[in-house]
């Protein structure tokens, strides 16, 4: 049988994806460029018997995203720039608590109400910084329409494996463009459900770390009884300042990503062996960037595209390996510099790293990455 | 017989943090007495809180509790709520959390008129940060940011909430503590979103401030201005001036909203 295909919208894609995901509860605040995703869930959770609440703003949507999710729901919100920094406040809650979330968010020119129309890349570093204290971070950033899908699910699929709140960060320009994309069948791609408590309601911790550093989490509701708190706690979810507990559970929620990072990491190495200058790009700028390599290398330039699919974990030890082959590095990206920063942060100073910036609302063209490739040396 | 509180306070989790004289665990035990009236299934019952004393309540209470950031017990519990409409959300938490920070997802909750039953224990103070004034502090009262007295107007909970479309509305005192269990039950009982105002005390950051020798004086300004009801009817305005209405104050009925979502539900697979 042929497989259904279809002429989609990014933000329809990310909603699709959510929904192949077996998400069933959305609870959001309208905001441009990603107003699509909560329109298409509108209509479409009911028909599966889930439920789509628009609540009151930011801070609500996020917070009753948990309260859902703690019921056992796998749950989603979609936002933009001012959406995140208010939804921030319960990320935090969700990643101290271990609520598996899943937030889509359209980067538009910031700070503030800035571009909201305009494409940008800006919101990377508010994945991993943006909500106070040491916390782990999953921020994903496709670049087309069908990876939009395929990393929405894979999004549902990380927060529920390990716990804990995963972002999708497509730019303005993936989340608007229309392309084909090929619906998977059912079961074509791995759908992963959090993992439910093996022992009796009265033996049940909500961190139990006797399961390991992702412990099973019951279900409000489902005959499990057990308290939630954003203090720091201890296995049995009540709060505590004892120093060695909170010293301890603090690193194992961070470690639980970073020990899983080559589970969770995902990039794209595309003409990277010979390469001596290799662009490092993300979202819509790497499809410049993959068009300047490709006619980089039609004009003799050995270059290479390495793009990036989660910005967080970022794959730092494997720039570390190719920055000691490459002459230079070059990152264009829509903000000033927060890729550029990072990837300088993990080379070790091995080779040049040559940021192009762009925050006028306008994409980077492959003629700048190609000028650019003149001055590694 | 007295009464077993032991029934529903979670073992091993007492002492609890309030201060001696704090109303807050007055109102706890009305909870308790309200939830075994009805009978409440413990797994089946989800308690909600935001931040700050009246907001430590659930963790003593052995259910499903889930205490939240600060003022955002009304978006967490509506979440809840959405998800699995079966089961019983009651959120509780102070006068700050509530009407201050929170006083966007509470207006909203009326709003919907959406299942769950709102104890608001208003001590007219943040206690838990050591007495600033909140949005309920009496104009003129002393708080730690008000040294000269307060310049604000302070808000009348229950108004509030039956403006913003809350379908049952009650109040009492921490004072009155045999009636508490009766508004919360009846306000549980009520299908849509109820409200119960606890007038509360806290003579560690209040009354010290605001010439309450004791904890005593408090509760005796409590039985002075509360007059319930029903009582209200006979008097005069004059004989109003300065009082509180206690009891059910307000209770209609009008669609609720997750049985409006359900039939949302069925439009779409009608549809479909
Ligand atoms: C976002 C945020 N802002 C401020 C605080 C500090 N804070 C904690 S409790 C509280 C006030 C609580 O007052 P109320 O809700 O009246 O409860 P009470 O302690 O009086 O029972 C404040 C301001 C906080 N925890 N979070
Ligand atoms: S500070 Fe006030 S509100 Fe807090 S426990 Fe003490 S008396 Fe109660
Ligand atoms: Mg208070």
């Known amino acids: 049988m042929a497989k259904k295909v279809a002429f989609l919208q990014g933000n329809e894609a990310a909603a699709h994806g959510a929904l192949y995901a077996g998400c069933r509860f959305f609870a959001g605040y309208p905001i441009t460029p990603s107003t699509e995703v909560a329109e298409v869930l509108s209509a479409e959770l009911p028909k599966v018997g889930g439920k789509f609440i628009q609540m009151e703003d930011e801070i609500g949507a996020m917070a009753a995203l948990i309260g859902a999710s703690l019921t056992g729901s796998k749950v989603l919100t979609s936002t933009s720039g001012p959406g995140l920094s208010l939804k921030q406040e319960n990320i935090g809650y969700a990643c101290i608590t271990e609520v598996p979330a899943v937030i889509v968010n359209v980067m538009r020119g910031g700070p503030s109400t800035g571009m909201p129309t305009g494409p940008s890349q800006s919101d990377v570093m508010c994945a991993k910084w943006g909500t106070h204290g040491d916390h782990p971070a999953i921020c994903l950033v496709p670049a087309s329409v069908q990876e939009l899908f395929e990393e929405t699910v894979r999004a549902f699929n990380l927060a529920e494996k390990y716990r804990t709140p995963v972002m999708i960060m497509p730019d303005e320009i993936v989340a608007h463009m229309r392309e084909r994309i090929v619906f998977p069948e059912p079961g074509e791609i791995e759908v992963v459900d959090r993992k439910g408590p093996s022992v009796p309601p009265e033996q049940y911790k909500p961190y139990d770390t006797s399961f390991g550093d992702v412990p099973p989490l019951a279900a409000f509701g489902s005959g499990y009884k057990f308290h939630v708190t954003g203090l720091n706690k201890m296995q049995d979810g009540f709060p505590t300042t004892k120093a060695e507990i909170v010293q301890a559970e603090e690193e194992r929620q961070v470690r639980k990503v970073e020990a899983n990072k080559a589970d969770i990491m995902k990039w794209e190495e595309y003409l990277c062996d010979d390469a001596d200058v290799i662009v490092v790009a993300f979202g819509s700028t790497s499809r410049s960037a993959r068009f300047a390599v490709n006619e980089a290398r039609k004009n003799g330039i050995k270059a290479g595209l390495f793009r990036l699919i989660t910005f967080w974990p970022f794959p730092e030890e494997r720039l570390l390996e190719l920055s000691k082959k490459v002459k230079g590095f070059i990152t264009p990206e829509m903000n000033l510099g927060m890729c550029t920063g990072v990837v300088k942060g993990c080379i070790e100073g091995n080779a040049p790293v040559l940021g192009i910036f762009r925050v006028d609302g306008e994409p980077i063209n492959p003629d700048q990455i190609l000028d650019k490739m003149k001055e590694v040396k | ?272």
């Open chain 2, 1 to 272: 017989m007295a009464f077993d509180y032991d029934k529903y306070i979670r073992p091993g989790k007492l002492p609890h943090i309030w201060c001696p004289g704090c109303g807050h665990g007055i109102v706890m035990k009305g909870l308790i007495r309200a939830m075994d009236s009805l009978n409440l299934k413990k797994e089946d019952t989800c308690i909600v809180s935001g931040i700050g004393c009246a907001s430590r309540l659930p963790g003593y209470i052995d259910c499903c509790t889930l205490h939240t950031a600060h003022g955002r017990a009304a978006a967490f519990a509506t979440g809840v709520k959405m998800a699995k409409p079966e089961m019983n959300v009651i959120l509780c938490g102070g006068d700050g959390d509530g009407t201050a920070i929170g006083g966007n997802h509470f207006i909203h909750a009326c709003r919907r008129n959406i299942n769950m039953t709102y104890i608001i224990m208003n001590n007219y103070i943040y206690g838990m940060t050591g007495g600033q004034f909140s949005p309920c502090t009496p104009t003129g009262a002393k708080a730690s940011t008000t040294p000269y007295g307060n310049p604000d107007p302070g808000f009348d909970i229950a108004k509030l909430a039956i403006g913003a479309g809350a379908t049952f509305v009650a109040r009492g005192t921490a004072y009155h503590a045999a009636q508490i269990d009766k508004l919360i039950a009846e306000a549980i009982q009520h299908k849509g979103f109820s409200v119960v105002e606890i007038l509360d005390d806290c003579p560690t950051t209040y009354g010290r401030r605001n010439k309450y020798r004791s904890v005593i004086d408090m509760m005796n300004r409590l039985k002075e201005v509360a007059v319930p009801v029903k009582a209200a009817e006979k008097m005069t305005a004059e004989q109003l001036e300065g009082k509180v209405l206690t009891g059910v104050l307000h209770k209609v009925e009008k669609p609720e909203y997750t049985e409006e979502y359900a039939k949302v539900i069925q439009r779409a697979q009608a549809a479909k």
